[in-house]
């Protein structure tokens, strides 16, 4: 099994970050809480079109097929602080360790 990447808390803990790895879009609300609260500019606001599931009232008031969504932008500068997880409404994230590079 490979090793982890692990750090150590102020505290003096071990601790094993999880870094980002998907986004589920479809989920996605584009609140942008991940956004803003990611210090390392991990995410970005795009588009993507509409589907039946985007549909989900009874109104013909939706007049753009295009919805904004997050999107992973740079997963390379993750640093696995998961706050996106922690402050995500719809639990769009994925997380997972990162094996020690040889």
Known sequence: ?????????????????????????STCIGCGR????????????????????DYDD???DIDDDVVMVMAIKDPLDCIGCSACSRVCPKDCHTHSPQAVAA
């Open 34 to 53: 991940c956004y803003k609260v990611c210090p390392r500019e991990v995410f970005d606001l795009v588009e993507r079109e509409m589907d039946d599931s």
């Open 1 to 25: 099994m490979a090793e982890m990447i692990t750090g150590i808390t102020r505290g003096g803990e071990i601790w094993t970050p999880e870094f980002v790895t998907d986004l589920n879009q």
């Open 58 to 60: 009874d109104y013909d």
